[in-house]
């Protein structure tokens, strides 16, 4: 079984610049979350998604970040534009749903920002 | 108070010893609670979970849960150079989003 695919794998951009990053989950996983970790600390949920509706949003900033999974399927979490601050890895998980089943994770991208 | 909290160490056993990682959580209606590895440059991996009271064993490793107290901890038995890591504590709270503590790192000397 393939696990959670993410890419790009590292990213370096300029402060103020756009960037994407894209996830694609275990086939039939329904539930997709994107997690920021930033060096030092455990992951933070920024957004999760049921099928392609959103369950949770409570901690993705808003006014730079923004995200979608159309299909149900994969998704893109988008930042623009990027602070300083944003440098972290980005982390997509899947589970087969959002009730008590194993989260499994992709490898992260490593985004700086300069 | 963090929702989560966990020493981040780090933590440094022989080979062979007991490694023991603790984590407090604030939610106390919390009712799943999870151990990740995270070993350096990788995403973490589930290795263990406990939903009751008491001691959940699977091979060198223990899960304790203290709901209480609001405790949970690992115990690593006959630790190896393997095992160091970043160990992560989660906590699924009552709206069900999982809380990661901030990760201690264990570091095993051969």
């Given amino acids: 079984e393939a696990g959670v695919a993410q890419s790009p794998r590292y990213k370096i951009i300029e402060k103020r610049q756009s960037v994407a990053f894209w996830c694609n989950p275990i086939s039939g996983h329904a539930t997709l979350y994107w997690y920021q970790q930033i060096l030092g600390q455990g992951p933070k949920l920024l957004i999760q998604f049921q099928n392609n509706g959103v369950v949770d949003d409570s901690q993705l900033p808003k006014d730079r970040f923004s995200a979608e999974r159309l299909k149900g399927v994969d998704s893109t979490l988008k930042i623009q534009p990027a602070k300083l601050e944003d440098s972290a890895v980005y982390l997509c998980a899947s589970s087969l749903d959002g009730i008590g089943n194993e989260q499994f994770f992709g490898p992260g991208t490593r985004l700086t920002v300069l | ?110």
């Fill in chain 2, 1 to 110: 108070q963090k929702e989560v909290e966990q020493n981040s160490g780090p933590l440094s056993v022989p080979e062979g010893a007991i490694a023991s990682l603790n984590c407090t959580y604030s939610d106390r209606v919390s009712q799943s609670f999870f151990w990740y590895r995270q070993y350096s440059g990788k995403s973490p991996e589930l290795i263990m979970s406990i939903y009751s009271n008491g001691d959940k064993e699977d091979g060198r490793f223990t899960a304790q849960l203290n709901k209480a107290s609001q405790y949970v901890s690992l115990l690593i038995r006959d630790s190896q150079p393997s095992d160091s890591a970043t160990y992560l504590c989660a906590v699924r709270n009552q709206g069900g989003k999982l809380i990661f503590g901030q990760g201690t790192e264990l570091s095993v000397k051969p």
